[in-house]
Structure formats: structure tokens, C-alpha cells
T-cell receptor, first 114, second 113 residues
């Protein structure tokens, strides 16, 4: 069975500090990977997606970056956090690309920027 | 652009009462969007509840139903008799064949015993 693990569960960071969030998928080769973000009271927005190692597409510009260094790993990062980065970050995978596909989500990371 | 609007929460109902969570969508760039309901139970990750990819069809799961209505651009989630274990946050979403789903803001449901 496939499992998705996100880390950390929660972070409290200062404005201007760096950030790295991670996601690992086990039990599925070559998954399509996604980062989603939800600000408090906002909608769940797709930030990035990747269909293969080393290739990441940006969907929303939030002064964040993403990388896929391995087939089963997806990293979200920034060198300087903003207050507006606070929220809930979710990693997800799907079998194939496309909007008819079911997304399988991790448990998420709650980020508070002070 | 394409978007989803759903019932603003929180919603509180008593056990065994009926429930409807409204979802309407705007799909200006998608002729035939795919429609989803996802749910996040307390302490768990977001997971698919049901999906419908054909207009006019109904999806069902765990006693919940939703019908894809292209005329009213709606995909309301209904359940005839809720249980305390249905307490969760429910997200409506739409997707096209080229992009991952776009989500609504979520509706927090609390079911009182």
C-alpha cells in the first residue's frame, strides 16, 4: 500500500527565516506530486506540481520554491519567510496527471510565521 | 477564472438530522469539469469522499450523495441522517483534464450527539 509522509507536523518560524517542508511517498513509483496551501479562512490552492524527477511546475507565485530531488520526494522551501506564508501546507500524489484523478494527501504541516 | 463556492461553515447539526452542504462552481475555461468532494476527519489527512466526472450523474459514499448538475452548476453534498462520526471538514473541488482540482474553502461540520 502507498503511504505519504509529510514533515514537520507544525512549525513556528520568524519572518525572514528559511523554511523547508518535505514529503515522501512510498509504495508508488513515478507518482505525480503536488503542493497545496490553505491560508486561514482561504481556499486550498495548488502551488506546484511535478510529474517526474527534477521537473517542477509553479502554479501560484508565493515566493516559494519546490524541488523533486528523488522520485519519491518533494520539497517546498524558501530562503526568507513572509507573514503571508502562514497557513496549512499539504502534499499530495496521484497516479496520473489530470483533473479526473484522485489525489492522495499527507496529513499536512501547520506553519505559523511570526 | 474557474472557482468553487461552498457553504460557509461552521455547520452544526444534531445526530440523525439531514444535511446539505452547498457547492456551486464556475468553470469558464472548462466545458465539462470533474467534480469532487474531499473530507478531512479530525487528526487525519484529506481524502476523497466521492467524485463524479459526467454531468447528470450521482456519486455516493458512506451515505453521502452528490449530483452533478450542469444547468445549475451545482454539486451539493447531502446525507439523510448524519452521525457523530461525520464531523469533519468537507471540501468541494473541480478539475479539468489538464489540471489538478481546484478546491473551495471547506465547510466544517459538527454533529451533536
Amino acid at each position: 500500500a502507498q503511504t505519504i509522509h509529510q514533515w514537520p507536523v507544525a512549525e513556528i518560524k520568524a519572518v525572514g527565516s528559511p523554511l523547508s517542508l518535505g514529503c515522501t511517498i512510498k509504495g508508488k513509483s513515478s507518482p505525480n506530486l503536488y503542493w497545496y496551501w490553505q491560508a486561514t479562512g482561504g481556499t486550498l490552492q495548488q502551488l506546484f506540481y511535478s510529474i517526474t524527477v527534477g521537473q517542477v511546475e509553479s502554479v501560484v507565485q508565493l515566493n516559494l520554491s519546490a524541488s523533486r530531488p528523488k522520485d519519491d520526494q518533494f520539497i517546498l522551501s524558501t530562503e526568507k519567510l513572509l507573514l503571508s506564508h502562514s497557513g496549512f501546507y499539504l502534499c499530495a500524489w496521484s497516479l496520473r496527471a489530470g483533473g479526473a484523478e484522485t489525489l492522495y494527501f499527507g496529513s499536512g504541516t501547520r506553519l505559523t510565521v511570526l | 477564472g474557474d472557482s468553487v463556492t461552498q457553504t460557509e461553515g461552521p455547520v452544526t447539526v444534531s445526530e440523525s438530522e439531514s444535511l446539505i452542504i452547498n457547492c456551486t462552481y464556475s468553470a469558464t475555461s472548462i466545458a465539462y469539469p470533474n467534480l469532487f468532494w474531499y473530507v478531512r476527519y479530525p487528526g487525519e489527512g484529506l481524502q476523497l469522499l466521492l467524485k463524479v466526472i459526467t454531468a447528470g450523474q450521482k456519486g455516493s459514499s458512506r451515505g453521502f450523495e452528490a449530483t452533478y448538475n450542469k444547468e445549475t452548476t451545482s454539486f451539493h453534498l447531502q446525507k439523510a441522517s448524519v452521525q457523530e462520526s461525520d464531523s469533519a471538514v468537507y471540501y468541494c473541488a473541480l478539475g479539468d483534464n489538464n489540471n489538478a482540482p481546484r478546491f473551495g474553502a471547506g465547510t466544517k461540520l459538527s454533529v451533536k450527539p
